[in-house]
């Protein structure tokens, strides 16, 4: 099966400009997790949609940082105005119905904020 | 969720087993314990995950003690391409909506397998 897509690979944007990412989940996934990972830290988990819905956006900046996923398939992240801080790998992953059955993760948007 | 500790790096020769350990003393007893990896520039990797049992995939073994405080991932014939740092996640228990059983990433342990 394909695995999850996700564009750009790369991103260099100055502080105070938007950018925005884009993922394409693994078909028939009904989960899809954003997650930002800093480096030399774990992945943090941004939000996690089930279908079209948001299930937890908890650990989401929403000052800053939106989300969406129009029909339950694919989804956006953007950010509005970008911080130095936010220099980080951006990534994706979907599951069939949840951690019991394994999260696929896409190779993940690098984000350099200058 | 249950707090785990692993080392922050271990060595392995390649062709050896790889004996990655994790300490999970605060785990409930419906709880279970998933074993993830991220080689460089990739996304994490789902390995294996266990209850109370031993288990075994095509990948790794999965050791858990009888009184689940700790488990240790095994990876039979380490070799190069298994040079990744290995999260060890307990997620804690699901609720009712499931909202809150998710993955949630410590550091990890970096293996480097030496040729």
């Known amino acids: 099966e394909a695995g999850v897509a996700q564009s750009p690979r790369y991103k260099i944007i100055e502080k105070r400009q938007s950018v925005a990412f884009w993922c394409n989940p693994i078909s028939g996934h009904a989960t899809l997790y954003w997650y930002q990972q800093i480096l030399g830290q774990g992945p943090k988990l941004l939000i996690q949609?089930?279908?079209?819905?948001?299930?937890?956006d908890s650990q989401l900046p929403k000052d800053r940082f939106s989300a969406e996923r129009l029909k339950g398939v694919d989804s956006t992240l953007k950010i509005q105005p970008a911080k130095l801080e936010d220099s980080a790998v951006y990534l994706c992953?979907?599951?069939?119905?949840?951690?019991?059955?394994?999260?696929?993760f896409g190779s993940g948007t690098r984000l350099t904020v200058v | 969720d249950a707090k785990t500790t692993q080392p922050t790096s271990m060595d392995c020769a390649e062709g050896r087993a790889a004996n990655l350990p994790c300490n999970h003393s605060t785990i409930s007893g419906n709880e279970y314990v998933y074993w993830y990896r991220q080689i460089h520039s990739q996304g994490p990797q789902y390995i294996i995950h266990g209850l109370k049992n031993n288990e075994t995939n095509e990948m790794a073994s999965l050791i858990i003690t009888e009184d689940r405080k700790s488990s240790t991932l095994i990876l039979p014939h380490a070799t190069l391409r298994d040079t990744a740092v290995y999260y060890c996640?307990?997620?804690?228990?699901?609720?009712?909506?499931?909202?809150?059983?998710?993955?949630?990433f410590g550091k990890g342990t970096l293996l480097t397998v030496n040729p």
């Open positions: 996640i307990v997620p804690g228990l699901r609720n009712s909506g499931g909202s809150n059983y998710k993955l949630t």
């Open positions: 992953a979907s599951s069939l119905r949840g951690i019991s059955y394994g999260y696929t």
């Open positions: 949609f089930q279908n079209n819905g948001v299930v937890d």
